[in-house]
């Protein structure tokens, strides 16, 4: 991390602060750390304080520990800069799950959204044509406008575009009930009893449903699941603004190519979601990113469950029977359950909190060759424009995206162990929107860009001088599209892929915990053979994205799991 600005040596201090509030509300509560629980959720990322909320309101007396000073692991919102709250990994909201939005009652805690119309802004780099202006892309939720936008560049594209959108509707329609329920469970399957095989086949149902709602088009679903997203979107269209700004939604936060084999489904993972029941809108929560998590931890210690920072577990204990009695905290203390949930990332549960004679060798070995390559490097920066933002500003901003050939460029660069020289940069302003996250005048930005190595070549590292080119570079980018835009710049926080693993405990820094690839989805999320929730140990369970439908704030992983694990106690 490199940061630069005015009170960035407030940061630790300012992260106290909020934590310290966080324990005073806990406090007022009268909890306080017990010695016994019926489950223990190692880690208050979302889909852990998601597990705790719903195992709480089952009735199952839920713990939550957190390693780090303040809870949200990746959805948390931290004052960098004095008066700037920055979203500091994620900052986009809408995959959450609708039912989690209902079940826990989340606007009552507190959650409040900002819907954007338009949503994403892609200008291009070009000289203005006879006077006018350079040319560029605005698509929100008017169709005929984004039409318009289209047929500066295409009429035959702006023509198609409404049918894309119904053909990608359909199957997000198709593949929405496979996020709510657990994939069928291989190993049960195989080693049940046959009564625990007929009641494992009501599994399948939403994969039947799924594949009823597609028909005779499944085929050509099947292309975009498994195909490079370039050769899906070469059938569509032919303009390259209209196919790159469409793109990036299939490479964003994945070590991968649009024209690498599988890109499909990223796309389609990222147009899933929904807003306040518009299908497909991504939005600005109230506060910041954090402001997700504190309502979902609102929810659950309102019905009684304890959530605690600073508590970082350093072993799941086992006892003589080879089943889960617990964990171990890095302080010494024990504390005891009937189960476990783990929101750290696959690698992270198996393989250093899991005392390793109790897992299968070739479980091991499966995660550890898990593909968790990241290119992403998220900069949070604090503005003081001069000039008044416009409509446009409260969009995803797409840079060096004119065409998909930028960003397969920028992807072979960073393979080869090179920062990208034109990076793919998604930049979003969420104080255009909301106001509390900046002083008067003021602006919080969030540059999301790729593509980066974890690993430079030539035996470089990551160090303040390599951090600081690359943000360099990204800001000459940007100021090639806004001139201006640096001078406006008071200060910077640099995220590469080492320092999102250290800070966020995301392996090889990546959002995901392991790559949304088409091997490590469903069936085989983590591994094959062990998808879903449960693990060879009794009693441990995983409840993060490394699970079952993977990542981004969703929420789905720690809502199907707790609902695993509360049938699992009644029969226990």
Same mark, same amino acid.
């Given at each position: 991390?490199?940061?630069?600005?005015?009170g960035?040596?407030?940061?630790?201090?300012?992260?106290?602060?909020?934590?310290?509030?966080?324990r005073q509300?806990?406090?007022?509560a009268?909890?306080h750390l017990k010695?016994?629980?019926?489950?223990?959720?190692?880690?208050?990322?979302h889909n852990?304080?998601?597990?705790?909320?719903?195992?709480?309101?089952?009735?199952?007396?839920?713990?939550?520990?957190?390693?780090r000073h303040?809870?949200?692991g990746a959805?948390?919102?931290?004052?960098?800069?004095?008066?700037f709250?920055?979203?500091?990994?994620s900052?986009?909201?809408s995959?959450?799950?609708p039912?989690i939005?209902t079940?826990?009652?989340?606007?009552?805690?507190g959650?409040?959204?900002?819907?954007?119309?338009?949503?994403?802004?892609?200008?291009?780099?070009e000289?203005?044509?006879?006077?006018?202006?350079?040319?560029?892309?605005?698509?929100?939720?008017?169709?005929?406008?984004? @039409?318009?936008?289209?047929? @500066?560049?295409s009429?035959?594209?702006?023509?198609?575009?409404?049918?894309y959108?119904?053909?990608?509707s359909?199957?997000?329609?198709?593949?929405?009930?496979?996020?709510?329920a657990?994939?069928?469970?291989i190993?049960a399957?195989?080693?049940?009893?046959?009564l625990?095989r007929?009641k494992?086949l009501s599994?399948?149902?939403?994969?039947?449903?799924?594949?009823?709602?597609?028909?005779?088009?499944?085929?050509?679903?099947?292309q975009?699941l498994?195909a490079p997203?370039?050769?899906?979107?070469?059938?569509w269209f032919?303009?390259?603004?209209?196919?790159?700004?469409l793109?990036?939604?299939?490479?964003?936060?994945?070590?991968t190519?649009?024209?690498t084999?599988?890109?499909?489904?990223?796309l389609?993972h990222h147009?899933?979601?929904?807003?306040?029941g518009?299908r497909?809108?991504?939005?600005?929560v109230q506060?910041?990113?954090?402001?997700?998590?504190?309502?979902i931890?609102s929810?659950?210690?309102a019905?009684?469950a304890?959530?605690?920072?600073?508590k970082?577990?350093?072993?799941?204990?086992?006892?003589h029977e080879?089943r889960?009695?617990g964990v171990?905290l890095?302080?010494?203390?024990?504390i005891?359950?009937?189960?476990v949930?783990?929101?750290?990332?696959?690698?992270?549960t198996?393989?250093k909190?899991?005392?390793?004679?109790?897992?299968?060798?070739?479980?091991?070995?499966?995660?550890?060759?898990?593909?968790?390559?990241?290119p992403?490097?998220?900069?949070?920066?604090?503005?003081?424009?001069?000039?008044?933002l416009?409509?446009?500003h409260?969009?995803?901003?797409?840079?060096?995206?004119?065409?998909?050939l930028l960003?397969?460029?920028?992807?072979?660069?960073?393979?080869?162990?090179?920062?990208?020289?034109?990076?793919?940069?998604?930049?979003?302003?969420?104080s255009?929107?909301?106001?509390t996250?900046?002083?008067?005048?003021?602006?919080?930005i969030?540059?999301?860009? @790729?593509?980066?190595p974890y690993?430079?070549a030539?035996?470089?590292v990551?160090?303040?001088q390599?951090?600081?080119?690359y943000?360099?570079?990204?800001?000459?980018?940007?100021?090639?599209?806004?001139?201006?835009f640096?001078?406006?710049?008071v200060?910077?926080?640099?995220l590469?892929p080492?320092?999102?693993?250290r800070?966020?405990g995301?392996?090889?820094?990546n959002i995901?915990?392991c790559?949304?690839?088409?091997?490590?989805?469903?069936?085989?999320?983590?591994?094959?053979?062990?998808?879903?929730?449960?693990?060879?140990?009794?009693?441990?369970y995983?409840?993060?994205?490394g699970?079952h439908?993977?990542?981004?704030?969703?929420?789905?992983a720690?809502?199907?799991?707790?609902?695993?694990?509360f049938?699992?106690?009644?029969n226990?």
């Open positions: 991390m490199a940061a630069s600005g005015p960035t040596g407030l940061r630790r201090a300012l992260g106290a602060l909020s934590c310290s509030a966080w509300v806990h406090s007022k009268g909890r010695q016994e629980y019926d489950a223990v959720v190692v880690g208050a990322g852990g304080l998601v597990a705790a909320a719903y195992l709480q309101r089952l009735g199952v007396n839920t713990v939550v520990l957190e390693k303040v809870i949200g959805a948390v919102t931290e004052e960098i800069i004095p008066g709250k920055f979203s500091r990994a900052y986009l909201l995959l959450l799950r039912q939005y079940d826990l009652e989340l606007k009552k805690y959650l409040k959204l900002h819907l954007r119309d338009p949503y994403a802004f892609t200008p291009m780099l000289e203005g044509r006879g006077g006018k202006v350079p040319r560029s892309l605005l698509l929100g939720t008017d169709m005929a406008e984004n @039409q318009k936008q289209i047929a @500066q560049f009429w035959k594209d702006a023509q198609a575009f409404p049918r959108e119904e053909f990608m359909l199957l997000v329609l198709a593949i929405d009930p496979l996020l709510d657990a994939p069928l469970d190993a399957f195989q080693h049940g009893s046959l625990q007929l494992l599994t399948l149902k939403p994969l039947v449903k799924a594949g009823r709602t597609l028909g005779a088009q499944l085929p050509q679903y099947y975009v498994t997203i370039t050769k899906v979107l070469d059938q032919e303009s390259e603004p209209l196919k790159a700004t793109a990036t939604d299939a490479v964003i936060g994945a070590m190519s649009p024209r084999p599988g890109s499909g489904y990223v389609l147009v899933m979601g929904g807003l306040e518009t497909g809108a991504w939005g600005y506060g910041g990113m954090g402001a997700v998590s504190d309502a931890a929810s659950a210690t019905h009684g304890s959530i605690f920072t600073d970082p577990v350093a072993k799941v204990q086992v006892n080879g889960v009695e171990l890095e302080d010494g203390l024990e005891k359950s009937r189960v949930l783990s929101c750290a990332s696959p690698q992270v198996f393989l909190l899991t005392p390793q004679d109790w897992l299968p060798e070739s479980f091991r070995e499966r995660i550890s060759q898990l593909d968790t390559q990241s992403v490097t998220k900069i949070n920066a604090p503005s003081a424009p001069k000039n008044q416009l409509p446009h409260q969009c995803s901003i797409h840079l060096n995206c004119e065409n998909t960003l397969h460029q920028a992807f072979e660069e960073a393979v080869g162990g090179l920062p990208s020289r034109r990076p793919m940069i998604e930049l979003c302003i969420p255009s929107l909301d106001r996250l900046a002083p008067p005048g003021c602006h919080v969030s540059l999301f860009t @790729q593509f980066t690993t430079l030539g035996g470089r990551w160090d303040e390599e951090r600081n080119a943000a360099d570079r990204v800001f000459d980018c940007i100021e090639d599209y806004a001139p201006g640096k001078a406006s710049v200060g910077r926080d640099i590469t080492p320092d999102l693993e800070i966020f995301l392996p090889g820094g995901f915990h790559a949304m690839s088409l091997d490590q989805l469903y069936f085989a999320r983590p591994v094959p053979l062990h998808s879903g929730y449960r693990c060879p140990l009794p009693g441990l995983l409840c993060g994205s699970a439908p993977g990542g981004g704030v969703m929420g789905a720690g809502r199907n799991a707790a609902h695993v694990v049938e699992d106690l009644k226990m």
